[in-house]
């Protein structure tokens, strides 16, 4: 029974928790003890298919012909769904395909075969492999490879210790996952279980494995404690690191023997694993409840959206929905609007002088509204330019105008702003021609082509912006783009809500722009190398691309953000950019990264360019904007 | 409002019905007058986008800048989900792009661009094309081309007459269609909306467009004759082909004015429109309801699928499901078995004879069961052995055989019967080895494998199977086999449930089998060709490939068949086969069609290859089975 119908969560995995059980011959009684009954109403059972005992080489010489595999029950002891749906595939735990004696090297090899093939013909969604027995795992990688390029349809959970508990000689034991994952080439089908036991390693290291491909996350009976009553709890790490696991999709499955009861005779073992259900069913319920717009971004979590490209294709209707309904974006326009209001006509003149107002890029009218309405709110008189070159918004601000009564106050210009030759110079210009990098939707082309018509003295709104970047583990989004098979996809950057994701370091200034620029001759290209290090307690790391942002001064203090430590509050119009990498890159701990961007431009169009030259070098990405530019 | 919530109709397209209007300034008036009062409720209309008076030429030379286009209304007069579901762009009529009037044929092209643009702008789900001027519409075709090549999330239907109206020199209308269609290389957001009128052609001229990608049907008011109640109707041909549309996914679109009515006040024009709705959604809910079998097969019209290769890889849980679940069948098989018994021993040798049977592919034991309730119901002494090679599917067996108290007379034989020792001779071979195309699971290659262990006179269940060939009209798998975007996937045979399918031809006989045969070496290679004829009537025809079927004698008289004439009723297992053409081939009334097929095999695998000798030499698909075979 799913821990809750949380509004939407409809598809998350994170609401189903399972229980790992011992092999039984009656898988039938296995499945209604564990999941239909007050002994314990878990979701699923991570359970061994075949009996533990079996080794290949002990059978071998019996006739084969009348021979039949050690596997519990038969395909029809359970219905087709239930096999599908509650249970996990344990594949033995004995097996070690690195072993140095042979004999049990290639039992291991058989035994996982002949289990994943069981696996198969029984249909079910997902088998636990368990963790490789030493880190040179290669054997064992390749066996699972081999599997992976086989059949797609089952997932395979490698199970990791999210600690190494090897007292003497820890191990980061991410490299034990790092070292699997690079042999099978980020097989998509290929994911971790985390073993969470009692300790847990630090924040920086745990957040690393929110950018991998984590789908559950086994929790002992161990770390739990026993309350008052007898019930089992867990301390607040642990609770905060489950609650991020939910808010994270990844699914819980219970571990071991009810501990916290033994003193109590009234409560039974078998009652006791109900106890940790309930009390991660707790847990799930007790998370914040999604907002109305949360709600509505969920589906749109790490996915990857080409960004617009308003200059060169007009946008459509649905798009100025969108971003029409950003309410907090036009407030601090607002805000900026009248603040320049104020600043150019002096109170004791605001009743003679005219401040003419330049929408540049006006779409279907929610700039020229916000002017309008900060006009009024400031006492200021206003006349208003709306230039706007996509003929089809250009109907919209004519059947606005005339809805709205704003005849004598606005003129419509269908023209773009490049090519316009303007009757009279303006004092102030507002644009909103902001990518989710800044410059990327070509404001600094488009506002210096338009400065031609504004006073020497003129204000722009936004007057400077200002781009972000910062190294991210995100398996992800890195294996959605190399799902869709052309190395051109690497080069090219993607608008997308980040999710799945663990920040490595701090972001940091990338490219600015200021307007007006009057004093020098605009030059738009930019180039700039960064250097990254990650927190000392992070561990190593895979880098798959950077995440990019922006923050730009509307005008005096009035900010608009999307970088996350200074993010403009309930603003959404903008999702953070992507660029991936063509081959993601190990970090190792004091080794820096150092990230090369390049904005470049020819007459027909502008791109960025990127590479690493450290910890090694990478390929530039985007040579001449072969894969990805936008167009003047 | 649709028609009627009918099971298994969710995502048809037929439940929904239109209204052809006149351009409206006032859209929101339009819409409501339509779709939300007693005047009429159809679920969208389908409306011109732009005042049809206006002409680009006619305008030019006025300043751009303050130019507004002639559209009705604005995107804000509608809520974008009422654009998008109820409103069908209708393209003017007027424009001409092959006229040899250039500013006629500039004009026509340029509002073609911007009413596509403004639908595009609004993301109407569909617009619909003037029938094109004459049969010489390259200008028209290139320049449709250029849009959906340059946005693919919109439909375009050109308005074809479903007969030709010119009473002098009457041309086959689909043959406009297929001009256009080939001109823009099969695009598959390019369809057809049919203009139905009084006139209807032949059965067979009306049957080709089922195979092709028709949308919508507009049938004229015309079509329509009053009942005394001063109440629409069809006759008879008119209401079937209404039905077969709705059969079809094709959304109907009223157009014209009411015309029964005139004699009658009490009835006014605008409730004349709700009388058609109602008459057409009387007949929607008159079809015959699916049966339970259809429910869970809707889903798989024309859904392509992989042969299985049953021989070659182990089949899993579900398929023996899905594969036991087809009683008919085993009844038949059962039928077969009990005729055979009887025919090997007779009544009164029943208690001493005790007759061996082997079910060699014995899968989870189903052909077991029927062949021992064969033995109860004749009588008959069995003794049983159940070969398969699927280890997984012995665990099954060993199961069944317990469960059900078979030990004494069923033994299970884990092994491939091509290489399996068998300790005595049988009486009858039984096995379902059959696949859509009768020898394509490598029926023949298993049982002459086999037939080593049957005695000289015994009998094969099934003794012998044909498979069938039919040209096809079929757009719908053809741009799905063309989206996989790779020439191999046109030289690959698919299971599939055939439905958005013409049948141009009777089917014919193509390769026969037939068990045992111990009179010669077995030689399973096969090449035949066969000339199809069309009916005279059709018209013109593409053919996208060729579907296949089979038919085989199980034993005596008892029979199965997917061969569409001749098919076993009620039996579901088995979907056609459809083997694809590359390039697809027009077919002119009386010229043949002359197809040419191969079965051949080498030491590991068995392919088939197939070509056309008339009307045009094709290519030979599939040589040496590069792109498709079967794994001996």
């Not at 991210?472 to 690497?490: D, E, W």
Request: with cysteine; net charge neutral; hydrophobic share 35%.
């Amino acid at each position: 029974m799913p821990f809750a119908e949380r509004k939407g969560c409809e598809k998350s995995d994170s609401k189903f928790c399972g229980v790992e059980t011992d092999f039984s011959d009656d898988f039938r009684s296995l499945l209604s003890f564990n999941c239909d009954t007050d002994h314990g109403r878990f979701d699923f059972v991570l359970v061994p298919l075949m009996n533990p005992s079996y080794r290949p080489s002990l059978v071998e010489g019996i006739n084969s012909e009348t021979q039949v595999l050690p596997f519990a029950g038969s395909d029809l002891v359970l219905a087709p769904l239930e096999w599908r749906c509650r249970v996990t595939g344990k594949i033995s735990s004995w097996i070690d395909l690195d072993a140095k004696d042979e004999t049990l090297r290639l039992d291991s090899e058989t035994t996982l075969k002949q289990e994943i093939a069981w696996a198969k013909h029984l249909s079910l969604r997902s088998c636990l492999l368990p963790t490789p027995k030493t880190t040179s795992c290669a054997n064992y990688a390749r066996c699972v490879n081999q599997i992976l390029k086989g059949y797609t349809e089952m997932e395979l959970w490698l199970r990791i210790p999210l600690m190494d508990s090897d007292s003497e000689d820890p191990k980061d034991s991410w490299e034990l996952w790092n070292s699997f994952r690079l042999l099978c080439d980020h097989d998509s089908s290929l994911s971790v279980a985390l073993d969470v036991q009692n300790m847990l390693p630090s924040e920086n290291a745990l957040g690393r494995w929110f950018g991998e491909s984590v789908k559950a996350a086994i929790i002992s009976t161990q770390c739990f404690l026993p309350t008052t009553q007898w019930y089992p709890y867990l301390l607040k790490n642990h609770q905060k690191l489950i609650t991020r696991f939910f808010h994270h999709d990844v699914q819980v499955i219970v571990s071991g023997k009810p501990v916290f009861n033994l003193q109590k005779d009234s409560v039974n073992v078998t009652e006791g694993m109900q106890a940790y259900l309930d009390y991660l069913s707790n847990l799930f319920c007790k998370m914040e409840p999604f907002s109305a717009q949360e709600l509505k971004e969920v589906i749109h979590r790490d996915r990857l959206h080409t960004p617009l490209q308003p200059l060169k294709e007009n946008l459509e209707a649905h798009s100025y929905e969108m971003i029409e309904r950003d309410s907090v974006k036009y407030t601090q326009y607002q805000r900026a609007i009248a603040k320049a209001l104020e600043e150019r006509v002096p109170n004791e003149k605001a009743s003679e002088l005219t401040t003419v107002l330049m929408v540049v890029g006006a779409g279907r009218g929610a700039l020229v509204r916000a002017s309008l309405q900060a006009a009024k709110d400031t006492g200021r008189k206003l006349k208003v330019y709306a230039v706007e070159k996509n003929p089809y918004a250009v109907v919209t601000l004519h059947y606005m105008v005339k809805k709205r009564g704003w005849e004598g106050i606005v003129t419509i210009i269908s023209c773009d702003m490049r090519f316009w030759s303007a009757p009279e110079k303006a004092d102030i210009l507002v644009s909103e021609l902001l990518g989710s990098f800044g410059d990327n939707e070509l404001s600094p082309e488009c506002l210096d082509g338009a400065q031609r018509f504004l006073k020497l003295d003129g204000i722009s709104i936004p007057s400077s912006y200002t781009s972000f970047i910062q190294p991210i583990t995100t398996s992800k989004l890195y294996n959605t783009v190399k799902s869709i098979n052309s190395l051109s996809h690497f080069s090219t950057a993607y608008s997308v809500k980040l999710h799945s994701v663990a920040r490595l370091a701090p972001s940091q200034p990338l490219f600015t722009f200021k307007h007006p620029e009057f004093s020098r001759k605009p030059n738009n290209k930019r180039y700039k190398n960064l250097r990254f290090n990650l927190p000392s307690d992070t561990g190593s790391a895979l880098v798959h691309g950077f995440a990019g942002y922006f923050e730009t001064v509307l005008y005096g203090d009035v900010h608009l953000s999307i970088e996350p430590t200074t993010a403009t509050p309930n603003m959404f119009g903008w999702y953070p950019i992507f660029f991936p990498l063509m081959k993601p890159v190990e970090v190792h701990p004091k080794s820096p990264i150092e990230a090369h961007f390049w904005r470049c431009s020819d007459s027909t169009k502008v791109w960025y360019e990127w590479s690493l030259s450290l910890p090694t070098l990478s390929p530039i990405h985007n040579p001449n904007g072969s894969s990805y530019s936008m167009g003047l």
